[in-house]
């Protein structure tokens, strides 16, 4: 990474970086509080019986922070979020009629179908205008409330609520956590000096850093709960750790698994962080991550090498070389691989045929999280050649699968055809010994 300074104390895993850092008592006075909303749903406690008395007690919670900003998330077909919410499945929906209608008995599980979501920030708006909300809007400084991505300010006098529309502020882009830059940008527009982001997602905190160095105030993440909740002061840490290490940093976290891509099984962050902490080479390839919506070939192959290193394998620059020695390092010589052999083929690095769309899903979303202070982003769709996803033929997103063998020639040999009448002695016997899985020679997206 060249010019950029070295930090004085580099974090270890991107949670444990909140650890490593002294947490501030206050806020700033007057700082706009900027709240993730889906987030503040999701911990909810002691609602009342009713949605509208719901939406009345959320606003409650933002009018004691005096100036507030309030998002919640878009919901976009065919997205990628809609693809990875289809994968872990929804509850049913749940007509809201308005702000009489009851809440059911399992509040997260209505919040589990992005239709009831979608009614209900919808619901927040209508009960936020509302004559019943004058009286608590009145005590505020800056209310603005953001629905499907467009923003409203919302002022109150005499008794109503009026609601004006912030044009500067619609945004395509479907989450709160990558709007949140644009709010910032906005903030500083208008006058503040400081805002808190209120979250406990991790990926915001490095999106933060990555973008705290052109944002003009100073930017506080507020995190946790209880006795763990704690204020970070965002562009302070981003500056120590420097522009270029910031980048490097966004580009790992998303590679080594976040909401929508693969994770490698076994690794965990804390390791691989350490080893790319050491090599300006690597923290240059994961800067570089995003820059383009089209992964660059070094980049690619910089990348490879790095999950060698991180399995490894350090003098080694392709990883189906690295399944081989790994393989016949856990088979031992000269044996062959049965379905007796007690062999983890998921301890093994993805091949290159499932390293490369990998990586090329992950630049497609370092790529929107670089663009996180752009309103309207011109993005090519994740199923368009490069970026990683294909439609199946219920024409959902999924990602592509290798379409080469995922098993290298080299490694044929070790294999033996296993006897059916061996494999029936076994059954009978019914032995307990692992069969070798070898779709575990490539994962699902969730863990490469």
Partial sequence: MGSSPKPTKLPCCITSVLEDITPIDLAPKDA???QDGMALLHILTNMPP?????????LDQMVAKKHFLFSTDSYHPQSIKAQERE????????????PSTRKPGDFKQFLANDDNKKQLCQLLFRVWSDQRAASRLEKTDMAVLIVEGRAHKLTSSNGKVEAHKIHTIYSNQEETDTRVVLYLHHAAAIGYKDAV????????FVILLYHAHEIKLNVYLDTGSGKHRRLINVTEFA???????????????????????????????????KKLQTNPKFQEAFARLGDEWSIHHEVDE?????????????RE?????????MLCKMVGEDEKLTAKSKVDLARLP????????????????????????IAIVEKPKPYDEGQGWMRNAKDLLEPIWPSKPILPASLIDLLVAIDPKDKETEDEEDMEVDEVDFDAMFESDEEL
């Avoid at 909401?259 to 490698?264: E, I, N």
């Avoid at 189906?320 to 020695?325: A, D, I, L, P, Q």
């Fill in 32 to 34: 706009l509080f900027i």
């Fill in 50 to 58: 009713t949605f509208g008395e719901i939406c009345l007690q959320i």
């Fill in 87 to 98: 994968r872990r499945g929804k509850s049913e929906k749940i007509i809201v009629d308005g």
């Fill in 197 to 204: 982001v209120r979250t406990p997602d991790t990926g915001v």
């Fill in 239 to 273: 500056e120590s750790l420097g522009k270029n290490y910031c980048a490097a940093l966004l580009g790992y976290y998303v590679w080594s698994g976040e909401d929508c891509t693969s994770a490698f099984k076994g690794k965990g962050k804390v390791g691989p962080l």
């Fill in 302 to 314: 910089s990348l490879e090498q790095f999950a060698c290193v991180m399995y490894g394998h350090s």
């Fill in 317 to 325: 620059l392709s990883v189906n070389t690295v399944r081989g020695k």
């Fill in 350 to 373: 993805p091949c290159r045929a499932a390293l490369q769309p990998h990586n090329k899903r992950v630049n497609h979303r370092v790529a929107l999280y670089k663009r996180a202070h």
